[in-house]
């Protein structure tokens, strides 16, 4: 039998603890955010559980064991000498600043609800026939919304429109655009705001996220020029200047069907702004913490999303170039570049 190395178990019991109180502290921090917790402490003054209690109408014995996890979790700070807590300025920022790229809230609230999947997706293992996106708790749809848009807002129309081969002049002067698996219409909606001289169709699948989709716009005053219709990626209607996906070829059962036809679907001189999660093309290379989660959410939506869809093509979150190369050219697209990248994101200008 193998020699058991004592050091390697102490080390590995340690480093399985670690992922239980991170998978709990998730589960906290959408408690502190879905009750206001984390905004009644954005000001950095310290406070005790009887003041956050006090200033968010809750329990204040659940407010200080609440507290006393997020200190032992590292987010906020305890001060034993006054008994106080404080969410130091840059940790208020990533949990309560939605209009910053830094804030990943939406995170917490997005992979809570993807892990409440976990019985269904086991089952999936053994009959291999997915999960489809619209069967998840919706709050994956509105926590997908909260954490993609910042990214959105910062990088969409300052960098990655700019990268792609004649389309800011396009936007500019007025062009036609679809966003196709939309979800709930952020990025639609951020390009509409920006480009008022353009007109913009988002297509979903997901009747209840194109629903929500609607709202958005009404609420951002654009639904005179912004429609969002359900429609799956290989069959919705018109032709258009520009097509956009973000961060969800990956998640559709026939990529290359899909592609097949947006490449119809695109006037001759067209760019399909094609936005994937970032991922090398090798397992070896993406074993790191932003593959760790695009991995593990991959396992437990995306690549069960692409499952339920048949057609047995499931991309998975962490497809890289190489692969969504493969697929583009096999659609019939002759030019495909990687126009733009951030640490989570890929960014291809695709052309027919
Ligand atoms: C990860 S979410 C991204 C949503 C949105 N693009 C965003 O960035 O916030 C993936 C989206 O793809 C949609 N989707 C999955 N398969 C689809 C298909 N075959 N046709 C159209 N939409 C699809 C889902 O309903 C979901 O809204």
């Not at 583009?328 to 989570?344: C, K, Q």
Request: aromatic share 8%; charged share 25%; glycine share 10%.
């Amino acid at each position: 039998m193998e020699q058991i190395d004592e050091q390697k178990i102490h080390d590995f019991v340690n480093k399985a603890m670690g992922d239980i109180g991170a998978a709990l502290t998730s589960s906290l921090v959408v408690v502190g955010d879905k009750l206001g917790l984390y905004r009644a402490m954005a000001d950095s003054k310290p406070v005790t559980s009887a003041e956050l209690a006090a200033k968010t109408e809750t329990s204040e014995r659940c407010c200080r064991e609440w507290l006393s996890a997020q200190a032992a979790a590292g987010y906020v700070d305890y001060d034993p000498a006054t008994g106080r807590y404080t969410l130091p300025a840059e940790h208020a920022i990533v949990l309560t600043m939605e209009d910053s790229p830094a804030c990943v809230i939406g995170g917490f609230q997005a992979m809570t609800a993807a892990m409440r999947a976990e019985p269904k997706v086991s089952e999936a293992f053994k009959h291999g026939g997915g999960l489809g996106w619209h069967e998840h708790d919706a709050n994956l749809f509105l926590g997908t919304e909260r954490f993609f848009r910042p990214g959105y807002n910062a990088n969409l129309v300052a960098d990655w429109i700019p990268a792609l081969e004649g389309a800011k002049e396009k936007l500019e002067r007025g062009a036609t655009m679809a966003d196709i698996g939309c979800g709930h219409g952020a990025s639609t909606i951020i390009l509409a705001k920006a480009f008022p001289n353009s007109t913009f169709v988002g297509f979903d699948y997901h009747e209840e996220s194109i629903q929500r989709a609607r709202e958005r716009a009404e609420e951002a005053g654009v639904a005179d020029r912004v429609t969002f219709e359900v429609a799956a990626a290989d069959r919705f209607p018109g032709t258009y200047d520009i097509v956009a996906c973000f961060d969800c070829l990956h998640d559709m059962g026939d990529p290359i069907g899909a592609a097949r036809h947006i490449k119809s679907a695109l006037a001759p001189d067209g760019n399909w702004l094609l936005v994937e999660p970032y991922a090398n093309d090798t397992v070896e290379e993406n074993l790191n913490p932003v593959g760790r989660v695009f991995y593990s959410v991959s396992t437990l939506v995306c690549t069960q999303a692409g499952l339920a869809q048949g057609c047995g093509h499931a991309l998975g979150a962490q497809a890289g170039e190489a692969q969504l190369g493969d697929v583009v050219r096999e659609a019939g697209f002759t030019r495909f570049r990687r126009a733009s990248e951030t640490p989570f994101n890929l960014v291809f200008d695709v052309r027919p």
